[in-house]
T-cell receptor, first 112, second 115 residues
Framework: NAGVTQTPKFQVLKTGQSMTLQCAQD?????MYWYRQDPGMGLRLIYYSASEGTTDKGEVPNGYNVSRLNKREFSLRLESAAPSQTSVYFC???????????FGPGTRLTVL | DAKTTQPNSMESNEEEPVHLPCNHS???????IHWYRQLPSQGPEYVIHGLTSNVNNRMASLAIAEDRKSSTLILHRATLRDAAVYYC????????????????FGQGTILTVHP
């Protein structure tokens, strides 16, 4: 039981490049989330998916797109990376209707 | 979402109790009070949550003031592994609630535990 896994662990991009962050969970959770955490700050919600087939914007969705590929997988795409998107990205999942979220180890992204 | 005020940092000695306070004076009647913690270089970890009554689990206790405008997370015997940033998060988590599916993390309290 791996919980929530994220790939890659680290990534360096140049401004304007695109990439997709992958997230998968093996806990049969309905809901999945993407957060970003800037240095010295708390986490901010980018997008979430309450259940398979649905996605909703969070607090800071601009510059990102998401895909809930199936119940297990929720990906985050940066179409044209900007230095302001340098951050640590966390994926999380939860059982629908329960407030305990389980977080992955994070992806550290640097945009030059 | 309710605004929260937490101390920037606190210190404790190993095996002593730790009381981490949180003020949330604008909390609504349907907001649950959640606590998460984040160990260095890791994702956040759920600790506990409650609505009105005090709550206990294997990790900690949550004491909620009668007027719900403040709460205290209690670690009964701090260990070195408890050194982390602790976040207090009021949220109307329930399906149909105003913050369904969303947690708003502030800056939290950095807890340092001394051997």
């Amino acid at each position: 039981n791996a919980g929530v896994t994220q790939t890659p662990k680290f990534q360096v991009l140049k401004t304007g490049q695109s990439m997709t962050l992958q997230c998968a969970q093996d806990m049969n959770h309905n809901s999945m989330y993407w957060y970003r955490q800037d240095p010295g700050m708390g986490l901010r919600l980018i997008y979430y998916s309450a259940s398979e087939g649905t996605t909703d914007k969070g607090e800071v969705p601009n510059g990102y797109n998401v895909s809930r590929l199936n119940k297990r997988e929720f990906s985050l795409r940066l179409e044209s990376a900007a230095p302001s998107q340098t951050s640590v990205y966390f994926c999380a999942s939860s059982v629908a209707g329960r407030s305990e979220q389980f977080f992955g180890p994070g992806t550290r992204l640097t945009v030059l | 979402d309710a605004k929260t005020t937490q101390p920037n940092s606190m210190e404790s000695n190993e095996e002593e109790p730790v009381h981490l306070p949180c003020n949330h004076s604008t909390i609504s009647g349907t907001d649950y009070i959640h606590w998460y913690r984040q160990l260095p270089s890791q994702g956040p970890e759920y600790v506990i949550h409650g609505l009105t009554s005090n709550v206990n689990n294997r990790m900690a206790s949550l004491a909620i003031a009668e007027d719900r405008k403040s709460s205290t997370l209690i670690l009964h015997r701090a260990t070195l592994r408890d050194a982390a940033v602790y976040y207090c998060i009021p949220s109307d988590w329930r399906a149909g609630g105003t913050s369904y599916g969303k947690l708003t993390f502030g800056q939290g309290t950095i807890l340092t535990v001394h051997p």
